[in-house]
Every structure is written in C-alpha cells, then in structure tokens.
C-alpha cells in the first residue's frame, strides 16, 4: 500500500483555497471522487478551518488512505498585516485555546518543514517575508503535521501570486539528511531557527519561544523540553541564548541536559 502524504485544505479558509487551486493548477492531479492525487501526495478539502479538524487523518485512513504524515494548507494572521510565508509545527505547550489538546504536541515533521522553508526562501517571494512559526496551535492528529501558511491578513490571503508561490515549494521542496533539533528562545516568527535552518541545514522540529516558559518552573520547563525532544525525534536542542538573560539561558540549559538533550548554540555551529 502507497504511504502519502496528505495535504489538507479547508474550504473555509481563502487562502487555503487558493493553494489548493494553485496546487491543482500544475496538473497532474488524479481525481477519484473524493481526493486529489499526484505521486505520494492526496489531498483532501474539509468544510471546517483546520485547526478544529481533530483527528482529521482518521478520517483519512476510514477511507482507505494511508498517512505517513500531513502538510496542512492555511491562512496566517497577524495585526502587524506584514505580508509572510510561514511553516510550522503544531500543539500546545499549555492551552489548547486555538485546537488540539492541552499540553499535548503533534509529533513535527522537521525535514519536511525545514524543506518547505528552504524552497520559500529560495523564491522570489516579491513583497513576503519567509518564517518559521513556533509551536502554538491544532488540531490533535496522530501523525507528523506542518502547518504552511499565506500572511498576514485578507489582502495577502487573496494574492494568488502567494499561493503559486506555497504551491511549487510543495510540488519543489528537498529534504536534506541534516540533524535535526528542537528550537528554544526567541519570540513567535523565530527568525534565528530560520537562518540556522536555511544557512546551516540544521532540520527543525518543535520551537518552544521564551514566552512559552518565562514564567514556568524547573518541572513543566522540563516536561516541555522533554515532550519536544520526543515529539521531534531528537537529542538535539538549539538554545538561542541571545534571545533571552543570561540567568534564564544558563537555566535553560541546564534544564536541557538534565533532559538527556545536547545543547546547541550559535558558537556550536558553523556557517555554511
């Protein structure tokens, strides 16, 4: 049985749509029905926005599809309406106030992730910025998930040339055999994750941003080190220490190899 790959697009979402319409526009698509094939991709339209679409990939495999992982097709938004392309992973360190489950993460899918990333930043992407995101949203799915979106509001969900853009990095992406790491520091857009990935080749898994466990104690700051490891497969964690006082990096990493993970940071890796 084929293994795929299953892009997910929510009909409720423009610029979701616009992807998929994007995507379609390359050919080589088979219809049967119900999914959209090309290769070890399937992809499959929902009614509901996706971050709501819990245990979506069951729904899949009720129907005869076997999922290796998914790349769910979105909208990104943000008050600052600065125009960007971002990937990310998905769960909730705390609050599962936007989907998924409380404290829960959906195991990543660095090398595909860090592979979409590369090939926005290769693009010309004209008027966007290309991102990672950190770990902060839904749905709960079993299998390894990336999240690629179009911000940062409505007049960027409806550009078209956007989408073309999100299509050919799906159909374009190469993945690498790099390491991969969990990303802990920084703010919610990542940008140091971002030049490691793009410049170094480092494959990212979960980024935990400093707000995330500014105020947490040495046990959930653990937990959430330690189910990130897990989630993404590694021993790995790059500690952005720049990003955070002094006092609370040497915390972090402590709480790092307390973990059993190896610290990685700036002066641990060299530039390609």
């Not at 084929?2 to 892009?7: A, D, E, I, N, R």
């Not at 374009?172 to 140091?192: F, L």
């Not at 994750?193 to 990212?204: C, D, H, I």
């Not at 330690?226 to 220490?241: F, G, N, Q, W």
Request: with cysteine; glycine share 8%.
């Amino acid at each position: 049985m084929v293994m795929f790959k299953l892009l997910l697009c929510s009909e409720e979402d423009t610029a979701s749509v616009n992807i998929r319409d994007a995507l379609t526009a390359h050919g080589g698509w088979e219809d049967d029905g119900n999914f959209l094939y090309r290769g070890d991709m399937v992809m499959m339209s929902v009614k509901e926005m996706h971050i709501r679409a819990e245990n979506i990939d069951e729904r899949a495999k009720g129907a005869g599809l076997d999922v290796k992982e998914m790349i769910f097709l979105s909208r990104h938004k943000a008050a600052s309406g600065i125009p960007t392309l971002t990937v990310h992973p998905i769960g909730n360190f705390h609050n599962a106030d936007l989907g998924g489950r409380p404290r829960t993460l959906v195991k990543a899918s660095p090398r595909t992730m860090s592979g979409l990333l590369r090939s926005l930043t290769s693009s010309d992407t004209g008027i966007f910025q290309t991102s990672f995101e950190v770990t902060h949203h839904g749905p709960w799915v079993s299998v390894p998930s990336t999240f690629i979106e179009i911000g940062s509001d409505e007049p960027q969900w409806n550009n078209k040339d956007a989408a073309r853009i999100i299509a050919s990095a799906i159909l374009g992406a190469e993945e690498n055999n790099g390491a991969t790491a969990i990303g802990i520091g920084g703010g919610h857009y990542a940008p140091r994750f971002t030049e490691v990935a793009v410049n170094n080749g480092l494959n990212f898994g979960h980024m935990m941003p400093e707000y995330a466990f500014r105020d947490s104690d040495e046990e959930d700051l653990m937990r959430m080190i330690r189910e990130s490891a897990i989630a993404s497969d590694t021993k790995l964690a790059y500690v952005h220490k720049r990003s955070m006082k002094g006092e609370m990096a040497r915390r972090v990493i402590d709480a790092v190899t307390s973990c059993g993970l190896e610290p990685l940071t700036s002066s641990s890796i060299t530039e390609n």
